[in-house]
């Protein structure tokens, strides 16, 4: 009986630690824009490089909004 049950519990831990594995962790691609040229950069592109710095010189960038407009409706 204390085999089965340990079994079993085996069973449910490795079934677990698969499906943890399998799924993958979400990264979030965010984009910038130089402030002076508008020079679109990515968040993976500005962690590559030493200092954050558009390739004209600029050091100020603004998060680009999606074009989605959210709608909330008033309580």
Known sequence: MINMVEEITEEI??????????TPAETFDVNYACLRCG???SNTEL???PEIKCI???RVF???R???VKTVKAI
Not at 13 to 21: D, K, L, S, Y
């Open 56 to 58: 004209c010189g600029f």
């Open 47 to 49: 962690s590559r490089l």
């Open 66 to 68: 999606p074009p989605v």
């Open 39 to 41: 020079t679109m950069v």
């Open 62 to 64: 603004t998060k680009v």
């Open 13 to 22: 831990t490795e079934e677990i630690t698969e499906e943890i594995e399998e």
